[in-house]
């Protein structure tokens, strides 16, 4: 199961900054934090991922709390291309000792013109 | 373009029949993963190949035949599927079985 927690969906406007939350209570303190978001008619893509301080990438920024207990990834000026599902991801481990996604059911950002 | 490509994109079959899906990565990659996602389900894991060697099989049913030939190369068989089994079939790599992997467009498949 999906460790972690997010809204089910979200709106925002074109141009406009977009706050996507998740929490994920029960990070251990070696797990990163994943986002991918899966645009529609395509396969999941790899956004950003950090461990404790906030990263900065072309793509969005991701702010970790404190505690680690929760995180937001950034967009800062959303576009009509912005618009997919965004999944917040915690490292997990197969039985074969592979590292491994686990997908929850993320949020379904729509952009709105 | 993500330098995972998939074939073909679309399939119809019936539960009789058999077909393979196709995945293909030019990324250099060593692991490479083949993921179904479902209407209102979430993505869900279901093989890791890793130096060609299956290293997870996540509980599949046989009716599902995974081959990986070499690093860039890697398949799933299938046969016998039940209507159940349609869905987005998602191929991935990575380097050395880590997170950050590289997804293909999928294969929709609808069996009748």
């Known amino acids: 199961d999906a460790k972690t927690t997010q809204p089910n969906s979200m709106e925002s406007n074109e141009e406009e900054p977009v706050h996507l939350p998740c929490n994920h209570s029960?990070?251990?303190?070696?797990?990163?934090i994943h986002w991918y978001r899966q645009l529609p008619s395509q396969g999941p893509e790899y956004v950003i991922h950090g461990l404790t301080s906030n990263v900065n990438n072309r793509m969005a920024s991701l702010a970790i709390a404190e505690d680690r207990k929760s995180s937001t990834l950034i967009l800062h000026r959303a576009t009509l291309r912005d618009a997919a599902v965004y999944y917040c991801?915690?490292?997990?481990?197969?039985?074969?000792?592979?590292?491994?996604?686990?997908f929850g059911k993320g949020t379904k950002l729509t952009v709105n013109p | 373009e993500t330098g995972v490509t998939q074939t073909p994109r679309h399939l119809v079959m019936g539960m009789t029949n058999k077909k393979s899906l196709k995945c293909e990565q030019h990324l250099g990659h060593n692991a490479m993963y083949w993921y179904k996602q479902s209407a209102k389900k979430p993505l869900e894991l279901m093989f890791v190949?890793?130096?060609?060697?299956?290293?997870e099989n996540n509980s599949v049913p046989s009716r599902f035949s995974p081959e990986c030939p070499n690093s860039s190369h890697l398949f799933l068989h299938l046969h016998t599927l039940q209507p159940e089994d349609s869905a987005l079939y998602l191929c991935a790599s990575s380097q050395d079985s880590g997170t950050l992997q590289y997804f293909g467009p999928g294969t929709r498949l609808t069996v009748t």
């Open positions: 029960t990070i251990s303190g070696t797990d990163y």
């Open positions: 991801i915690l490292r997990d481990v197969t039985q074969g000792g592979s590292e491994k996604l686990v």
């Open positions: 190949y890793s130096l060609e060697e299956r290293v």
